[in-house]
T-cell receptor, first 114, second 109 residues
């Protein structure tokens, strides 16, 4: 186990709805990164939060937004859901340890949009 | 941005066989990880290896940073090794990881 938790495990939503996914980082980690993994593909970077500020964003539209809280847990919000948003959403936590920024992933939230 | 190419895309092995998975990067990376994704989607950390060689049991990895590639060796494979293996790299420090498309490994008893 990595110590990174995500909720919920599975979610089914209807096109046009909004969804919030949650991630608790590993103890001592101040950075959370979110990734989207479509079926048969590698994870793709959505955005990263470092000490409650967005610290980089991938090629995703503004309807993907996020937050990081003072305890370094994080939320991913997706508005106006589209069918193509169906995917496994992974969060990863990390922090500098020596020269390493190794990322540790949670179990993921599987989102289905119908 | 960084492009990551993994080979082979699929691999079928008899239990007990050895294998080598390769990862090529289009640019120099200072942050490189190998993962095993189990059937439930969990990404399991195998190695953090921006350079050099590491070993962990039946698994070992080597990264040649100057030539922008990394290799993952699996020896005496077991059925529990089945799944998808990903490599991922980032330019430096806390930059996001760019993943390859993975190698799907099936180990047959």
């Amino acid at each position: 186990e990595t110590g990174v938790t995500q909720s919920p495990t599975h979610l089914i939503k209807t096109r046009g709805q909004q969804v919030t996914l949650r991630c608790s980082s590993q103890s001592g980690h101040n950075t959370v990164s979110w990734y989207q993994q479509a079926l048969g593909q590698g994870p793709q970077f959505i955005f990263q939060y470092y000490r409650e500020e967005e610290n980089g964003r991938g090629n995703f539209p503004p309807r993907f937004s996020g937050l990081q809280f003072p305890n370094y847990s994080s939320e991913l919000n997706v508005n106006a859901l589209e069918l193509d948003d169906s995917a496994l959403y992974l969060c990863a936590s990390s922090s500098k340890t020596g020269n390493s920024y190794e990322q540790y992933f949670g179990p993921g939230t599987r989102l289905t949009v119908t | 941005g960084i492009q990551v190419e993994q080979s082979p895309p699929d691999l079928i092995l008899q239990e007990g066989a050895n294998s080598t998975l390769r990862c090529n990067f289009s640019d120099s990376v200072n942050n490189l990880q190998w993962f095993h994704q189990n059937p439930w989607g969990q990404l399991i950390n195998l190695f953090y290896i921006p350079s050099g060689t590491k070993q962990n049991g039946r698994l070992s990895a080597t990264t040649v940073a100057t030539e922008r590639y990394s290799l993952l060796y699996i020896s005496s494979s077991q059925t529990t090794d089945s799944g998808v293996y990903f490599c991922a790299g980032g330019y430096s420090g806390n930059t996001p990881l760019v993943f390859g498309k993975g190698t799907r490994l099936s180990v047959i008893a």
